[in-house]
């Protein structure tokens, strides 16, 4: 079954610089790759996803990027803020609509 | 948007006893939901796919005489947690799949968080 990896588990960077957390996974029938912010206690949110057939897509500070032959995407959040601290999830899935294989979790700290 | 409801918030319960989440769909029918658990630190890791009508499939690992999963209707399933024990302790969380157009993704619940004492 599909496996995925997330690194780092955990990363503290200074207000208003870059995060970037990268995934790789390992079945290369998944096509569907969403990332969720989860705070302590509460569900998961969605913040941006990326399908196979797309190789990056842009919301305001987040970014995703996708590697299909390497097997690997990265969220990269730019401009970072003390409200942006929380753990992040990547997950993969095979199809949208099935369930996802989520990472295990980087938590991120915005020093201010 | 879709929205699960996820009831209880917190619960907490005796050891032997059995306590029942539900996780019900407000705007749209669910034929599909996907319940999670997630220690603490942990990522999510799911135990379950709940389909309206039939059967749920479980994950390897998973007791499914211990954690007894209904889809009843299109607009309610539930996870009932047989004899808990303090090892399942945990966040459990429901999400389902996107259906039909307009919908913007997956849907969570909000999780029911699971004290055994």
């Known amino acids: 079954g599909e496996n995925v990896e997330q690194h780092p588990s955990t990363l503290s960077v200074q207000e208003g610089d870059s995060a970037v957390i990268k995934c790789t996974y390992s079945?290369?029938?998944?096509?569907?790759f969403p990332w969720y912010k989860q705070e302590l206690g509460k569900r998961p949110q969605l913040i941006i996803d990326?399908?196979?057939?797309?190789g990056e897509k842009k919301d305001q500070r987040i970014a995703v990027t996708l590697n299909k032959t390497a097997k690997h995407f990265s969220l990269h959040i730019t401009e970072t803020q003390p409200e942006d601290s929380a753990v992040y999830f990547c997950?993969?899935?095979?199809?949208?609509?099935?369930?996802?294989?989520f990472g295990p979790g980087t938590r991120l700290s915005v020093l201010p | 948007g879709a929205v699960v409801s996820q009831h209880p918030s917190w619960v907490i319960c005796k050891s032997g006893t059995s306590v029942k989440i539900e996780c019900r769909s407000l705007?749209?029918?669910?034929?599909?939901m996907f319940w999670y658990r997630q220690f603490p630190k942990q990522s999510l890791m799911l135990m379950a796919t709940?389909?309206?009508?039939?059967?749920?499939?479980?994950e390897q690992g998973v007791e499914k005489d211990k954690f007894l999963i209904n889809h009843a209707s299109l607009t309610l399933s539930t996870l009932t947690v047989t004899s808990a024990h303090p090892e399942d302790s945990s966040f459990y969380i429901c999400?389902?799949?996107?259906f039909g157009q307009g919908r913007d993704g997956y849907t969570f619940g909000s999780g029911t968080r699971l004290t055994v004492v």
């Open positions: 999400s389902a799949p996107p």
């Open positions: 079945d290369s029938a998944s096509n569907y």
């Open positions: 990326i399908r196979s057939n797309v």
């Open positions: 997950a993969a899935s095979i199809n949208y609509g099935q369930n996802f294989v």
């Open positions: 705007d749209f029918q669910a034929t599909t």
């Open positions: 709940s389909n309206e009508g039939s059967k749920a499939t479980y």
